[in-house]
Every structure is written in C-alpha cells, then in structure tokens.
C-alpha cells in the first residue's frame, strides 16, 4: 500500500490550505486513517484522525475548530481541510493508515505518506 500526500504550500497567517492523502489499494482493512506532524526540532504529533468505516473524527487539541478531517471510501482518499492557520502549525505533515491500535499513536500506523510541507508565514 502506498499513501501520496498533497496540498502543503506557503500561506499567510490566517489562510487556509486542504491536504489531500491518497491510497494505492488495500484499504478493506483499515480502521483509521491519521494525519501527523512535525516541526523542525520536535518530534512527531497527532493532528487528527478519522475512522475508515464510520463516523468518527478525532482532532488534537491545538487544531480543534480550525482543521477538519474528511475521508472518501470510494476513491481511497482522506482529506484535512486546514482554516485559521497559525505559525505554529508550520510543519511537515503526513497521512497514515492504521488497521488496529491506539488513533493517537503514531506507532499504530503501519502506512505512512512522504510528507507534505505546510508553512505559515506571518
């Protein structure tokens, strides 16, 4: 299974950038599909997740109200829609995908994207 992420960009504080995460195949035994983060200096965090069959979403405290997480079955997609940004949400983010485990963790994703980079300019 492979994921290619999209959509990272130079935007303005304030703006509003969409990423977009998409499979290869293989997707019949997800549970969640994530979106990570990390900054120069700082390890890895979750942003949020989204359960593959169902409703659930999950958002990190910091982006709760101004990122939303989407996902598509029938074409294998997961979108974030990211509004309001901030400096703080500089960072490289990636899409994963998780058949068990902990939505949060990292180490429950066994499938990760290259990476997008996001920078927030003030």
Not at 50 to 61: C, E, K, L
Not at 90 to 108: I, L, M, Q, R
Request: hydrophobic fraction near 35%; include cysteine.
């Amino acid at each position: 299974v492979q994921l290619q992420a999209s959509g990272g960009g130079l935007v303005q504080v304030g703006g509003s950038l969409r990423l977009a995460c998409a499979a290869s195949d293989r997707t019949f035994s997800w549970q969640h599909m994530g979106w990570f983060r990390q900054a120069p200096g700082k390890e890895r965090e979750f942003v949020a997740a989204v359960r593959w069959r169902g409703s659930p979403t999950y958002h990190a405290n910091s982006v709760r109200g101004r990122f939303s997480i989407s996902r598509d079955n029938a074409r294998n997609t997961a979108s974030l829609q990211m509004n309001s940004l901030k400096p703080e949400d500089t960072a490289v983010y990636y899409c994963a995908a998780s058949s068990s485990g902990d939505w949060y963790k990292p180490e429950s994703y066994e499938y990760w994207g290259q990476g997008t980079l996001v920078t927030v300019s003030s």
